[in-house]
């Protein structure tokens, strides 16, 4: 009499003939089918079936129902690898943790009438040159410095934000004083797409007119965003006329990029202190995937 048994992985159900199969061989064709290694699958059916070398015949009656369970090899793989990701991340926050020292002891000057006096990588061994040529390029794009010039701004420290300081991308305190951008990722391993950086500096320029994210504030950026473009003379060899495209930010961006300009305090104007609870982490993802998604 023939023999056979249904196969049972998440929802998909699959006929099997199994006359001479053993318990070995299914495993085989479970890898083979939904690419769950041997070692790692539990087939299931009153209970777990353990001897491979046996015929699924004597181990189960003819139509019986064999659920699997197990996680494929490619997404096993994927799952220890970012976990690997976030111990190293773990790791460096704890080796490069962010203190007062690091971040606000530092006297700026300007030079320029226009533009940037002072740039300060935070105080950390790993890839701190990389960090500084980010903040320098940012000083030496043509599109910043016009805008700055155009809107006559003189910011007098451009400084890296650690990613474990604040639930925001950066800020901008007292008008000028100080701006802050998130340079590096979560883990402190790698850094952030430099366009992305480049429009959170937008933002903060328009908080060296508006404090809060108003209408007023929302023009103001928007304009900063045409304008690091189209007057950028070094583009014009690339693009033509108003064929230049930019990125013109949303009203919901801008709590995805800071909660409005800081008073000498600290605080968030309009709103609080940053929380330092255990859902930061979450919170500062949240925010940052939502800006990248509209930002592409």
């Not at 129902?65 to 690898?81: C, D, N, R, Y």
């Amino acid at each position: 009499m023939p023999h056979s048994i249904t196969l049972s992985y998440k929802g998909l159900v699959t006929r099997i003939p199994t006359n001479t199969l053993t318990l070995g061989q299914l495993r085989a064709h479970v890898e083979q089918q939904y690419g769950i290694s041997a070692v790692d699958q539990k087939l299931i059916c009153k209970g777990l079936l353990r001897n491979d070398t046996a015929m699924i015949r004597d181990l189960v009656p003819s139509e019986s129902k064999i659920v699997v369970m197990g996680t494929p090899s490619a997404e096993l793989a994927s799952f220890q690898a970012l976990n690997a990701r976030r111990q190293i991340g773990r790791a460096n926050n704890l080796k490069y943790r962010a203190s007062a020292s690091d971040v606000y002891h530092t006297r700026a000057t300007t030079t320029d009438e226009y533009g940037f006096g002072v740039f300060k990588e935070l105080n950390i061994a790993h890839r701190r040159q990389d960090a500084l040529q980010m903040l320098h390029r940012l000083g030496r794009d043509e599109g910043v410095r016009q805008v700055m010039r155009k809107h006559k701004y003189n910011v007098q420290l451009l400084r890296e934000l650690h990613p474990n300081e604040r639930t925001i991308l950066g800020y901008n305190r007292n008008r000028g004083a100080e701006i802050a951008l998130r340079l590096r990722t979560d883990d402190l391993e790698g850094f952030r797409d430099y366009q992305s950086v480049r429009r959170v500096l937008m933002h903060e320029l328009a908080h060296m007119v508006w404090d809060a994210h108003d209408d007023n504030f929302h023009k103001l950026n928007r304009e900063h965003c045409k304008e690091v473009v189209e007057l950028d003379w070094t583009l014009r060899g690339q693009t033509v006329g108003p064929h230049v495209e930019y990125y013109e930010p949303q009203p919901s961006d801008a709590e995805a990029v800071d909660g409005g300009s800081l008073a000498a305090s600290g605080f968030v104007l309009g709103g609080t202190a940053p929380s330092s609870s255990d859902s930061r982490d979450t919170m500062r993802e949240q925010t940052y995937s939502a800006y990248m998604r509209r930002a592409k």
